[in-house]
C-alpha cells in the first residue's frame, strides 16, 4: 500500500517543473530516436558502448598517459579530473534528481506499448538529468580544455564521444533527449570549473 502510495505520487510530481511545450517535443523526438531511427547495428552497438567496460579502459589509459608524460602534474591532472567528475555526479545524481522527478521512459506509463528498451534494467531514479551525459560532458570538457594548448586542439573528438554515449541513452530508452541535453549543460559548466582552475594554478608541461 505504501508502495502504491509512493508510485502515485512519483506521478502526480512527473516533470511538474517542464512547461507542456518541452514535453510534448521531448516525447516526440524520443519517439524518433527510441522507435524510428534505428537499426540493427545500432541496437548492437549503442547499448555496449554505454557500459563501463568500454568507458572505463579509455579513461584509464587517459590517466596512464599523463602521468607517463607530465610526471608530478600529470599525476595531479588525474586528481582533478576524478574530483571533476566528482563534481558532475553530484551535481547531477545529487541535487538535481533527487529534486526534479521525472520517470524515465521505461516507467514512463504513457510510453507502455510505444518503447523499445535495449536494457536488462530500467533505473528507478529520477531520468533528469542524465548522469551519464553530465559525467561525460564534463570529462571531456575538462580534458580538452587541460589538453588543448599542451598537445593539440584535436581533443576535442571527446564531446563526440560523450555525445555518442549520451544518444545511446535515449536510444536504449532509459533517457528522454532533454534529460541528455541538460546533463551535457550541466557537464559542460562543472567540467570546465576545475578545468580553468588547473590551467590557473598548474597547468600541462612536457618535461624537457
Not at 536510444?171 to 562543472?190: E, K, L, M, N, Q
Amino acid at each position: 500500500m505504501v508502495i502504491f502510495a509512493y508510485m502515485i505520487l512519483i506521478e502526480i510530481q512527473n516533470a511538474a517543473f517542464l512547461p507542456d511545450a518541452i514535453k510534448q517535443f521531448d516525447y516526440r523526438l524520443f519517439s524518433k530516436m527510441n522507435g524510428q531511427w534505428h537499426n540493427a547495428f545500432f541496437d548492437i552497438f549503442l547499448p555496449y558502448i554505454r557500459e563501463p567496460a568500454v568507458w572505463v579502459p579509455f579513461y584509464f589509459f587517459l590517466a596512464v598517459f599523463a602521468t607517463i608524460n607530465f610526471k608530478i602534474r600529470g599525476w595531479l591532472w588525474v586528481l582533478f579530473l576524478i574530483i571533476n567528475v566528482m563534481l558532475s555526479d553530484y551535481v547531477s545524481s545529487t541535487l538535481i534528481k533527487e529534486n526534479f522527478i521525472r520517470l524515465r521512459p521505461c516507467h514512463d506509463p504513457l510510453l507502455v506499448g510505444n518503447i523499445r528498451v535495449l536494457v536488462s534494467y530500467c533505473p528507478v531514479s529520477s531520468s533528469f538529468t542524465s548522469s551519464h551525459a553530465a559525467n561525460h560532458f564534463a570529462a571531456a570538457m575538462f580534458i580538452f580544455t587541460t589538453f588543448r594548448k599542451a598537445i593539440s586542439p584535436k581533443w576535442a573528438f571527446l564531446f563526440l564521444w560523450a555525445f555518442a554515449i549520451s544518444y545511446a541513452q535515449v536510444y536504449v530508452g532509459v533517457h528522454f533527449p532533454f534529460d541528455i541535453f541538460s546533463g551535457a549543460i550541466v557537464g559542460i559548466i562543472t567540467g570546465s570549473i576545475p578545468a580553468i582552475i588547473f590551467n590557473k594554478k598548474i597547468g600541462l608541461e612536457m618535461p624537457q
